[in-house]
Structure formats: structure tokens, C-alpha cells
């Protein structure tokens, strides 16, 4: 079982930015994917950003040239820079594990993302 730790949620006035963190348990693994979702009341969730294994990015196309996705292999962690944050971009902000070898997804518990204007 792996657990994730999210971390680098709060307020923020619209313009500004925030970095999340997510820390996997464990180290992870041959194949894998992670990235963040987002999720609000009444709203199904979204795609954000993912980084695969190999290093390939992809990002939803309401936060690209805005939120840049990154991680570091040595801490199992992956990152979210998020710049030029919009009320829009409000919502709980969830990461995700998915490992090819055994088709598992890993949760973190979420971290809320305010952005006032």
C-alpha cells in the first residue's frame, strides 16, 4: 500500500501563486503516473496535470501556461507550481498514484485551494 501526502494548500489573492506538494509513501515504481485533480462541490472531478514515469507532461487546457507540474524521483514527490491563480482555479486539489504494473490508483485526502479577487 502506498499513502500520499498533499501539502501547500491556502488562500491566495487572484494573480498570485502556490506550490502543492505530494509525497508518496514509498518509492515508486517502474511505470507509473501522477498528477494532481481538482474538485469542486456539485462538479465531477478533473484533470489537472499528470508527469509520467518517463517524464511526459500533459495539462488541462484551462491551466496551461499558468500550473507546471514536476517530481523528484530521490524524494517520491511530485510538485505543482501554480502561477497567475484565478478564482476559477478554487477547489479541493487531490493527488493521484496510478502504477501500470498492477493498474492501482492512490489517493492523497486533498488540499483546498482558495483564490479570492
Known amino acids: 500500500q502506498v499513502q500520499l501526502v498533499e501539502s501547500g494548500g491556502g488562500l491566495v489573492q487572484a494573480g498570485g501563486s502556490l506550490r502543492l506538494s505530494c509525497a508518496a509513501s514509498r518509492s515508486t515504481f517502474s511505470r507509473h503516473r501522477m498528477g494532481w485533480y481538482r474538485q469542486t462541490p456539485g462538479k465531477q472531478r478533473e484533470l489537472v496535470a499528470r508527469?509520467?514515469?518517463?517524464?511526459?507532461?500533459n495539462y488541462a487546457d484551462s491551466v496551461k501556461g499558468r500550473f507546471t507540474i514536476s517530481k523528484d524521483n530521490a524524494k517520491n514527490t511530485v510538485y505543482l507550481q501554480m502561477d497567475t491563480l484565478q478564482p476559477e482555479d478554487t477547489a479541493t486539489y487531490y493527488c493521484?498514484?496510478?502504477?501500470?504494473?498492477?493498474?492501482?490508483?492512490?489517493w492523497g485526502q486533498g488540499t483546498q485551494v482558495t483564490v479570492s479577487s
Open positions: 508527469i509520467d514515469s518517463g517524464g511526459d507532461t
Open positions: 493521484y498514484l496510478y502504477t501500470f504494473s498492477d493498474y492501482t490508483d492512490y
